[in-house]
């Protein structure tokens, strides 16, 4: 029985204070007391310069500057404003023209997007299924709302891909269930940096042809982290391969603008569905503009403007894209550097591609993150395992990280 006052439990555990921010805290206490140079916090889900600070598109700030006032002052439409729709589906796909049918809805972040899938994509009471390396969000928003996450195991002894666990987790929950979201956060996944191969996706799709044409299956692809896991055609590739699936299948991608133009605190995104045929599209965007209305009513208008203005303008959008590839290599070189020191210590970790984190599998993450932090490396501990920010700390402290990591393991 939950200790709350007034507040209904509701079947949820809610903790006294947000892990990650309260590690985050007393990292920040430990930088007071000790200084800068004595403490890594590689903690933080943003991406930071070598120095700790938030790096921030400056060619995206600028165009903040251009707004009038009505322009952010006014209401956006449900859906997002009419700019900011093909502005968006742009970003997602970038070179790559779908053939189905795409509507976009607007959501405050990616995150606003996930709530609005399992809300109008499951009943309540029903299992969404994810792999079992997650972003905790995904789990308190399905609690949240009346569902459960149940989870697949990611990777194999030979650490790829488990089509053999992803297929039968499906196949178990849809012996329960008529229909079924699936999450997949792909490329460089938070929190192991894994993303899917085109391989993969073969194994995803054919599981979930297989699960057979009485069921409804709805593929979310939160893309989170696309922007900055390397070039953009390239890890788009899969793309196509959620085209011309049968129309028990909806392929949904969900993209946010919080790395992609450093817009964290805008609150902006989008759901884009590429429906097999113009009548589940249209259904897509009457029920998700539904549910947006009656949870957080319309989306911030400045950011969309922002990225409606920025698509514009060609030369602009050239100036954005350089700007964030600058950034894009400086992280692929602290994931590397980290992935190359954790070879050179002998330390295990998830199979990882690219992106803000890299996972280190490990029997008693509390205990063994206590260990660092007393030593000044502050990471956060996972139910299989500690996440590190590469996105938040240096090169250099990513090539020092690992081994300290392996050290207090023993
Ligand atoms: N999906 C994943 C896996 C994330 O890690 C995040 C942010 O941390 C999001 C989606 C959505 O972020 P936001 O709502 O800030 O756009």
Redesign the pocket.
């Known amino acids: 029985m939950a200790d709350y006052i007034m507040a209904q439990a509701n079947g949820r555990t809610i903790p006294k204070e947000d892990k990650i921010f309260g590690i985050s805290n007393r990292a920040k206490a430990m930088i007071a007391k000790e200084g800068r140079d004595k403490v890594v916090n590689a903690t933080i889900?943003a991406l930071l310069d070598d120095d700790g600070k938030l790096v921030v598109l400056s060619s995206v700030a600028d165009v903040f500057k251009t707004l009038a006032p009505e322009d952010y002052a006014e209401y956006a439409p449900i859906g997002g404003i009419a700019e900011f729709k093909p502005a968006i589906r742009k970003a997602a796909f970038f070179d790559f023209e779908p053939k189905s049918f795409t509507e976009v809805v607007a959501t405050p972040?990616?995150?606003g997007g996930?709530r609005d899938i399992i809300g109008n994509y499951s009943k309540p009471g029903d299992a969404v299924l994810t792999s079992d390396w997650y972003?905790a969000n995904y789990k308190s928003i399905a609690g949240e709302i009346g569902r459960t996450l149940e989870t697949y195991t990611l990777l194999n002894e030979e650490g790829t891909f488990n089509k053999e666990d992803f297929s039968a987790k499906l196949n178990e929950i849809l012996a329960k269930q008529d229909s079924l979201v699936i999450i997949i956060?792909t490329p460089a996944h938070?929190p192991t940096g894994y993303s899917m191969t085109l391989g993969d996706w073969d194994c995803i799709i054919d599981a979930v042809k297989e699960a057979g044409s009485d069921k409804k299956i709805t593929l979310y692809v939160?893309v989170?982290y696309i922007d900055f896991a390397g070039d953009e055609s390239e890890y788009r590739k899969f793309l196509p391969k959620l085209e011309g699936l049968p129309e028990n299948i909806l392929p949904v991608i969900g993209y946010?603008a919080?790395k992609t133009f450093t817009l964290?605190g805008m609150r902006c995104?989008a759901m884009i569905c590429m429906a097999p045929t113009a009548e589940i599209a249209a259904e897509f965007k009457q029920v998700c503009e539904f549910s947006a209305r009656a949870s957080w009513s319309n989306s911030p208008r400045a950011a969309q403007k922002v990225i409606a203005k920025i698509y514009e303008d060609e030369d602009l959008l050239a100036k954005v894209n350089a700007e964030r590839a600058y950034y894009r290599d400086l992280l692929i070189k602290r994931g590397k550097a980290f992935e190359q020191a954790a070879s050179d210590a002998d330390l295990e970790i998830v199979p990882f591609d690219a992106g803000f984190f890299a996972s280190v599998p490990c029997d008693n993450p509390d205990e063994v993150s206590k260990k660092l932090e007393a030593e000044g490396i502050f990471l956060v501990p996972l139910a299989k395992g500690l996440r590190v920010s590469v996105a938040s700390v240096s090169e250099a402290r990513c090539r020092e990280i690992p081994a300290k990591i392996k050290a207090a393991m023993k």
Do not use: E, H, L, M
């Open positions: 889900g972040g990616g995150t996930i972003w956060n938070n939160d989170a946010s919080s964290y995104g």
